[in-house]
């Protein structure tokens, strides 16, 4: 076992509505892109602001920051590095503590050692106002326990019948299976705000019918072929064009992420 992960396991800190992860269902869905451009508006803000790759396996934050990490969580688990060795400071305004790609030992921690990270993470957690996990898709065990760890559940979702399928088998398997009972919804891409609150209305009364939930709108980003490019370029949009209509939704979705009172 790894010694520094090994010597702290039972430090302990009381977790925060102020952590949210962002999950979703299907992958392809820009969990990644929103999650890097929300921090980016709560660092504008003045927050201090950590985001926490928790795709352990298929982690890419790094690639759309334009960072080429030393170490990642892998070397937490499996070499001798802490996590604050592992924190990196990005130009986007927040720190980012990244994970490896590739790896399918990573991918497939058992749940042993996903406890371990999280023991590492929580005493960092108290130096930031806000944190986010960047999770992986779909209901694997790593994704299940990085979202637990979380006090905010927000499932990022668009109008398609497989986006919706999937994000309302999250949501089933988190409410029976653990009882989680609030999810915030942000919905990816939408035309516009009608096509949005549509998505999400539909969503609401399924899980409102058959599990009882009503569901939190958190806002949705509009189609917008500044995404593509933004990704292309590895640039953060909210700070490449701040008054595009996606940065707009952006900073709406952060400024609803602080507003959510559990």
Known sequence: MN???????????????????????KGGVGKTFITANVAASFARDGKRVLVVDCDLGLANMDVLLAVNPKFTLQDVVFGDQTVRDVIISTKAGFDLIPASSGVKEMAQLFYEKIQLIKSMLRPIFAEYDQVLFDTGAGISEVVLQFNLFAAKNIIVLNKEPTSLTDAYAVIKLMHQRFGRHA????????????EAGRTFDHMNAVCREFLGLSLNYLGYVVHDDAVPRSILNREILVH???????AINCSSIARAISGWVL
């Open 3 to 25: 010694r520094k992960l090994e010597r702290q396991v039972f430090v302990t800190a009381p977790e925060t509505p102020e952590i949210a992860a962002i999950a979703s269902g």
């Open 240 to 246: 490449a064009s701040p008054k595009s209509r996606v």
């Open 183 to 194: 999810f915030g919804i942000i919905v990816n891409p939408a035309k516009d705000e009608k």
